[in-house]
Antibody, heavy 121, light 111 residues
Framework: QVQLQESGPGLVKPSQTLSLTCTVSGGSISGGSFYWTWIRQPAGKGLEWIGRIYPSGSTIYNPSLKSRVTISVDTSKNQFYLKLSSVTAADTAVYYC?????????????WGPGTLVTVSS | QSVLTQPPSASGTPGQRVTISCSGSSSNIGSHAVNWYQRLPGTAPKLLIFRNDQRPSGVPDRISGSKSGTSASLAISGLQSEDEADYYCAAWDDSLNGHVVFGGGTKLTVL
């Protein structure tokens, strides 16, 4: 059974780059026709899709974040990554990674437990 | 302002049936499948309904989904206290080179 786990700094200073890792266990990140995605949820607000990556490295990003987001993958480590540059307090959120089922690009299962990232000086 | 529109809140008493709506447009719900997620307090979202009306294993059949045109609905019958949670709809949107859009979420309260 595939499981995901987010990791990374819980505190990032304004204007710096937020960097997170999602480690996939219980299966290969390259196995099956799955994409891998990042989603976030600011406190008291709804879910926001950040972007997704295919094991080949092909990516699609949320248009509202595209200029600041980079998602990458390392299949040898069974990990994929999120970098969000020039962060502000508005980027404070719980960040989730999840698996995307091909053919239904808004079908996310399973999810990682999430990690809180706070942007503050 | 979310692309998909959901009521911010819904409520019902134990045993009742409640529905949560999700309204979109031709570029999202009108063209693509809708998925529903349940987020219990302090936990990650969980897939509740996929491809409009399909239930993952483990989701009881008192929970159902439907879609018509540019709108979708989630129905929960035989309401239980454990159903108190936030519910989100999501779909692919063809605009701006394609991206995922979510509803703003509906907080379901079991009275």
């Amino acid at each position: 059974q595939v499981q995901l786990q987010e990791s990374g700094p819980g505190l990032v200073k304004p204007s710096q780059t937020l960097s997170l890792t999602c480690t996939v266990s219980g299966g290969s990140i390259s196995g099956g026709s799955f994409y891998w995605t990042w989603i976030r949820q600011p406190a008291g607000k709804g879910l926001e899709w950040i972007g997704r990556i295919y094991p080949s490295g092909s990516t699609i990003y949320n248009p509202s974040l595209k200029s600041r987001v980079t998602i990458s993958v390392d299949t040898s480590k069974n990990q994929f990554y999120l970098k969000l540059s020039s962060v502000t307090a508005a980027d404070t959120a719980v960040y989730y990674c999840a698996r995307v089922h091909s053919g239904s690009y808004a079908m996310f299962e399973p999810w990682g437990p999430g990690t809180l990232v706070t942007v503050s000086s | 302002q979310s692309v998909l529109t959901q009521p911010p809140s819904a409520s019902g008493t134990p045993g009742q049936r409640v529905t949560i709506s999700c309204s979109g447009s031709s570029s999202n719900i009108g063209s693509h499948a809708v998925n529903w997620y349940q987020r219990l307090p302090g936990t990650a979202p969980k897939l509740l309904i996929f491809r409009n009306d399909q239930r993952p294993s483990g989701v009881p059949d008192r929970i159902s989904g439907s879609k018509s045109g540019t709108s979708a609905s989630l129905a929960i019958s035989g309401l239980q206290s454990e159903d108190e949670a936030d519910y989100y709809c999501a779909a692919w949107d063809d605009s701006l080179n394609g991206h995922v859009v979510f509803g703003g979420g509906t907080k379901l309260t079991v009275l």
